[in-house]
């Protein structure tokens, strides 16, 4: 008999610490630089496929910048106020006035020293969005966010285990990456599914419970 959980497993969140680095070391060297700073360069472009952490690192980076004190705002599908730090997610979903928005956020950006970061599943030239404001987003540093490795991926899903505080083991990582979707936020989700339901059966993630969870994607 499965039972009610109580709220008790550590609360997770993106951070740099949690971010799995990967092809990806320039662009995060340039980020923590930019937040040290104001005399490099603060624009950031990030593209990448779905899935590849672009959103982790733009909440990290957030997070960074409030943990020393730093005014700074997330914001995704819509333009937000001025402030020091600012990260606008998914750049192509927003609508012909959050572009305008976003044109004069970046110049009041770059003239008040802030520092602005800008996701796209696109490089700027491909993005169909305003040629202005496509202009403005290549105009700072431009980097494409490379997706993990297999390898990296077992990585970051060990490491997403132990902040949430168990221990995964080896097979059940296999399996989810040999069955499981390709983005790193399926997989996670998946074993925060594996994690939730092994607790109420008060058993230990297991492939077993694994094949239980996935069984409906698995039979698609």
């Known amino acids: 008999m499965s039972q009610l959980l109580l709220d008790i497993t550590p609360d997770w969140w993106p951070t740099l610490d949690n971010f799995v680095v990967g092809d990806n070391q320039e662009l995060l060297a340039g980020l923590t630089q930019a937040l040290k700073s104001k005399g490099s360069e603060r624009m950031f472009y990030v593209w990448g496929e779905h899935g590849c952490g672009k959103s982790h690192l733009l909440q990290a980076i957030i997070g960074a910048a409030q943990a020393v004190e730093l005014r700074a705002v997330y914001a995704k599908r819509h333009v ?105 936020p399926s997989l996670m989700k998946v074993l925060d599914e594996l994690d939730t339901y092994s607790l109420s059966l008060h058993r230990t993630p297991s492939v077993p419970l694994l094949k239980q969870i996935m069984q409906p994607e698995l039979e698609l």
């Open 80 to 184: 937000p106020d001025l402030c020091s730090v600012v990260a606008v997610d998914d750049v192509e979903r927003l609508g012909e006035q959050a572009q305008i928005d976003l044109f004069d956020l970046y110049n009041q950006v770059r003239d008040a020293g802030g520092m602005l970061l800008v996701s796209g599943k696109e490089a700027p030239q491909n993005l169909m969005l305003r040629k202005d404001l496509r202009t403005r987003l290549g105009w700072g540093l431009v980097y494409q966010l490379h997706a993990l490795s297999d390898e990296e991926k077992s990585l970051a899903l060990k490491q997403h285990a132990k902040d949430k505080g168990y221990r995964l083991p080896k097979e059940v990582i296999q399996y989810l990456l040999r069955h499981g979707r390709r983005d790193l």
